[in-house]
């Protein structure tokens, strides 16, 4: 049980049990950890951790399972395995909810029905954070439905802030969408980085020096938007002067609607993916 004594995290009904701590199971039950959740009211269950999260959670004092536990029921089940496993994988945890009970999927395009269908009728919260929860630097989206109680979403609320930002949105549809932008987005500038790095070795630059300074821009040019109250229209122009070389730049990359058409289908094409994911 998470004691109320825990710094930010208010008291949990039961333990919290995480199936799933891969790239973001990990990353959130890292985060937890850092903010004051004890090791002892974390239950994971992954039957094939990696060797570090295998030590992060031994470390921690948290319990680690290969299956389904006995003997206990969740006061939160975190459910972070891949979506296309979920139907396998979750029906045997229905034994271990009760009316307490709040159930978290993190998993793309996986519906609230979708989960009902094998833990039956649950207080439920669909949430997608990003891979920068890694670095305690991400943003979720959230939904709660209607069974889910003021406790439990600030509960809920607590245990995704310690990534970065919360969202909540007011329909479950709207998470397909975060999930094209935000979900999915570190993605897009990750491809952006790559993109640049080759035009400056094709510009005649070592390649790894191309990388070095692509990678070190947009990391910089990420830390300057989350500091600065300025919107990224006017950080944009603040870089452009008139006639300079990013107008030349911004000319060819803004050429007619420029790279918006390309977002607009590749977003798009992220939440079909999310909705045929869904069932
Ligand atoms: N990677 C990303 O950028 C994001 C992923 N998500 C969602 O998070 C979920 C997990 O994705 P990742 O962490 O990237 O995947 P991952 O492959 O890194 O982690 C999945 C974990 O599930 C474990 N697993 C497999 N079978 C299991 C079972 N039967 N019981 C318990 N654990 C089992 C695996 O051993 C692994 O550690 C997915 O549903 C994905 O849609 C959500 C937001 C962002
Ligand atoms: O690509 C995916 O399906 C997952 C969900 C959002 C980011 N990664």
Redo the contacts with the bound molecule.
Sequence with gaps: MISEHSSSIPASSGPIIL?????????LLTGWLKNGVPGSSVVV??????EA?RQTIADAGASHL??VPVGITAGVLF?????Q??D??LPPFKAILDAETVVV??????TIASLEKNLGPAATVR?????P?MVGRGVTGAFANARVSERQRQLVQNLLKVSGPVEWVPEEADIDSV?AVS??G??YVFYLVECMAEAGRKLGLQADLAMRLARETVAGAGELLHQSPDDASRLRQNVTSPGGTTAAALGVLMAEDGMQPLFDAALEAARKRAQE?AG
């Design positions: 199936i799933g701590a891969g790239n973001m199971g990990g990353a269950v992954d039957p094939n951790p990696s999260m290969t299956g459910v972070a395995v891949k979506p496993v979920m396998a994988v999927s993190i998993a793309a395009g996986k949430a997608m954070p990003n891979t929860a999930t979900g999915s570190p993605a994911l």
